[in-house]
């Protein structure tokens, strides 16, 4: 295997690799470091590169290993992570100017989780500015490319996870999601990714943006890898105030139960009908893959999208409030620090009144059941996760179309809903039910390549990347990539379907 | 019917907040207060006299 065959594989078939003795972490390590090293100046997903750690991580994992003791499937695994997770004794930067040199004194709850099991940090990712400012132009740190089209926005706020996963340049990371996050990178970037229940990660450790509306999540190529990083990450914590005393499932052991009986809720009318945002191609592809879905024995109900479109503006009203609650000090202080973009986009908050705030809360409330109603008649919600492809990037996106990015995902940030997200295809459920939602993204057999191989990233030369059988043509644009359903070739974007 | 917010308005409501800011940044944020304040009043119709703030939800009620 070549090395950068190594460097795509998934975690699954790289934690059964180690335990076959087909190559060590070491080897694994010292793969993406190299790639890193060749590939990171042209995309930027790194902020900070711990390469002596994770190469010191990385001998012991193999010592381990080599002696028997087994701390489960992320052992000798390399992961990075979102730079607003904490990291004690390393950098934590958020991406900003106001914490570029800040080293925190402990680490968050869930790296500590990952570190016991053993997963090695390659280091610490770049993303949107304090997880709420558009892409980095006046920050210090550089904006992250998209590896499928470097001219392209990989979306955010997570999105150097986003990126590195898809440039091959680590096997799993943390994001977190807000108003959408973890959604919308893994979306443009063709990767899977899970905003979990709330309640269920915790946050101790992970820089606020918005705390009632926080999630920490897993970041990954396939379904199960994520399964494998939540399960590792999910669970009671007393340090974070949200967080609910709630049995965790086995979320890898529900995988492949089969899709047949489910019955998937699309709130189309009232809601992403109306959003000017959402392009013909897009519901075209997502259309396609209802169809896809009704075919494998799932039904398909038209549900009530009003209050999923009132949701998305209780979102925002309250992510600027409690934004600029967090910041205000710095903000009244020492301004200048902040990126002009998330500057603007905080600063909404100190104009709007505590009255305005609790009505958002109060109306999240209200829509929160009016939501939850519909799961008498339906299982899962369903929505294409990005209303349009990833777009070019440019100096200054607006705020309202950093706002058209995120409409379809704020929605469901704010009702607390787990939304497992399968590469383009949104699906939502109910609290706690993220097993199920996984359950039922995993069976529709792998809808096309278990990684982004059939079309490499384009910040990857040919030398340089994996070059496994693709599983489609590679004739078609990223855009009108064909993916396989079931030995059948069907044109679908990237970010539909890339992943199952 | 909400009261629209002036150029004038958000220079006083920064001041009272302690920010130092230019009337050209003022400008530019005057948009998107507009629109979030239009926002919050599509949202005070959506809600009855009774309704509480979901403040108080408690992640581990269930589903």
Partial sequence: MSQNELCY?????????????????????????????SLDDKLHCFITLTAELALRQAKQAEQELRSGKDRGPLHGIPIALK???????????????????????????TVAKLEDTGAILLGKLGMHEFAFGGPSVDAPFPAIRNPWNTAHIPGGSSSGSGAALAAGLCYGSLGSDTGGSIRTPSSHCGVVGIKPTYGRVSRHGVVPLSWSLDHAGPMARTVEDC?????????????????????????????GHGIKGTRIGVPRLGWFDENLGVDRQTETTFNRALERLEELGATITEIDGKPFSHARKANQTILVCEAYAYHEKRLQQTPEKFGSSVRRRMLEGAFLSAADYITAQR???????QIRA???????????????????SQPW??????????????????VYLPSPRPAGLLMRTYRWACRSARDRSMKPPR?????????????????????????????????????????????????????? | MEREITLDNLRTMAQLAGLKLADEELQRLLAGVTRSKKQVAELRALIATESEPAAT?????GK
């Fill in chain 1, 83 to 109: 730079d607003l997770y904490m990291t004690e004794g390393i950098r934590t930067t958020c991406h900003s100017a106001v914490l570029e040199n800040w080293v925190p004194n402990f680490t968050a709850t």
């Fill in chain 1, 447 to 500: 809808f096309g390549s278990p990684r982004p191989t059939s079309r490499r990233p384009s910040g990857t030369s040919r030398d340089r990347c994996c070059n496994r059988t693709p599983a489609v043509s590679e004739s078609f644009p990223p855009n009108q990539r064909s993916n396989r359903i079931n030995g059948r070739l069907t044109k679908a974007r990237p970010s539909i379907y890339s992943d199952l």
């Fill in chain 1, 363 to 369: 109306a999240r409330a209200v829509l929160n059941e």
């Fill in chain 1, 227 to 255: 399964a494998i990083i939540l399960q590792t990450i999910a669970g009671y914590d007393a340090k974070d105030p949200a967080s609910a005393d709630a049995a965790v499932p086995n979320f890898r052991g529900e995988i």
């Fill in chain 1, 397 to 414: 996106i607006p705020t309202s179309r950093i706002f058209v990015l995120a409409s379809l995902t704020r929605s469901i940030s704010q």
């Fill in chain 2, 57 to 61: 939800f408690n992640a581990a009620d």
């Fill in chain 1, 374 to 392: 519909n799961f008498t008649r339906v299982d899962v919600f369903a929505t294409p996760s990005a209303p349009r492809p990833p777009e070019a």
């Fill in chain 1, 9 to 37: 594989l998934t975690i699954t078939e790289a934690a059964a690799g180690l335990r076959r003795k087909e190559y060590s972490p070491v080897e694994l390590t010292g793969a993406l470091l190299k790639r890193i090293e």
